[in-house]
């Protein structure tokens, strides 16, 4: 017979088995999601679930009249410790991929690979062709072809449970070039889903002139020195696109994206990790979650960045754009400037045309080295605000901050206490352009530069 009451059992041990299996779920079908990223960002919400399980047990065992389960228990150390090294694995698959897209983690010892490398017969291409290129799996490189052909060398590669399989298996799979209207069409044969796993690396060299469509669903994509547009699809891997005389549109959804030397337009949209972006003579549109940095330098039209947390559009950046998950710099723009965001830093130098800003949670810092000549709007919310602008400098503001002071360096500018908020409204010289600054939680700093 007991001699005291029964022990309530934890509900903790349960809930780290199921936070376990979430993050294995997400890990697989949410690969972009970047669950390491998002563990290394909140891992303090583990000790609130942690404290609020023990509060539930507590508050149950008293309704009960059950004994409190212990803090910790051995059993609850233990799924501690198979969390944390379920965590570790998804945290090494993450960073291996990142750096091996190709990389696949094999279960068993018993995985043969084969390969062979052939070259195609090559086709005759006229200028202006388009060439399509599509592999299931593997890369894809193409080149400009010094003759007006089309020339692909491949390399296969299966794998299988042993030597004899994988050879067997190598002689189903086989590329071809389709004559097309307008150009050729290069991909597998039917039957290649058939050989098991397959892997056909391709290097292609087509006319300087063609125009070239691209699609591998894992693998990366390099294209370069080709003076008709280019289109590339990759559903995992990295993509490279340099020297281009045409558009460029690549569409993404795992890696990294490279493309510079385009004198065209560069839309970038999916899903991905780093971007960089440079020396573009058209527009430069990024439509979707990239989790950067993200880097963009001198493009000759307008830059666009659209996100579910982001919508920037820039004019004529003769300069560099940076961007990460919490801060954005900007130096260097000849046109303006419209951004909404949150959570966010900003870092503004030299911005030469309109400026328009909206942030919440976020520092925000404008420098400019020559006097103002279009209105200046900067909205924050809990967050500070410090604008600078040179000697001689001529304009109109409103400044007001709730629960904030402001500061001015300016003379004759003289902010207004009006109970916890402050309000600052003045002129600076003659005729200038319109500054509205506005904050809340936070100071307001108009400084004098140098």
Known sequence: ?????????????????????????????????????????????????????????????????????????????GLLFLLFVAIGSIVVVDWVHKRNPDFDLHIGIFDHSVSSTEELAAKPAAAGSTISITTPRGSINVRPEETDQVRVIVNRTVTSTNDIEAQ???????????????????????GWEDAGSVKLDLEVHVPKQANVIAKTDRGDV??????GPVAVTSGHGDV??????????????RGD?????????????????????????????????????????NVGKTTHFLSSRTDLTLAQLTGHLEMNSGRLEISDLAGGLNLVTKNKDISLENVAGRIHIEDRHGDIEARFRQPPHEELSISNDSGPIDLTLPPGSNFEILAT??????????????????????????????????IHLSTSYGTIHIRKGP
């Open 168 to 190: 067997r298996m190598l002689q189903k799979v086989h590329l071809t070039i389709n004559s097309v209207p307008g150009g050729y069409d290069i991909r597998p044969q039917p």
């Open 222 to 227: 390099n294209v370069s020195d080709i003076s």
């Open 401 to 434: 901050s709730r629960s904030g002071d402001i500061q001015t360096d300016f003379p004759g500018l003289k902010p207004a206490q009006e109970g916890d908020s402050s309000r600052l409204e003045g002129k600076v010289g003659a005729r200038g352009p319109q």
């Open 257 to 297: 994206a490279r493309i510079s030397g385009i004198k065209g337009n560069v839309r970038l949209a999916g899903r991905g990790n780093e971007v960089d972006l440079g020396d573009i003579t058209g527009d430069a549109n990024i439509d979707g979650e990239f989790y950067g940095p993200i880097r963009t330098r």
């Open 1 to 77: 017979m007991a001699n005291g009451p029964i022990r309530r059992r934890s509900i903790f041990g349960g809930l780290v088995l199921i936070l376990i299996g979430t993050f294995f779920l997400l890990h697989n079908f949410a690969p972009d999601l970047g669950i390491a990223r998002v563990i290394s960002t909140y891992w303090p919400a583990l000790l609130i679930f942690w404290g609020l399980a023990k509060l539930v047990d507590h508050f149950a065992a008293q309704r009960t009249g059950q004994a409190s389960a212990p803090m910790i228990s051995g059993s609850e150390v």
């Open 240 to 253: 490279e696109i340099h020297n281009i005389g045409g558009d460029v549109s690549a569409d993404m959804q």
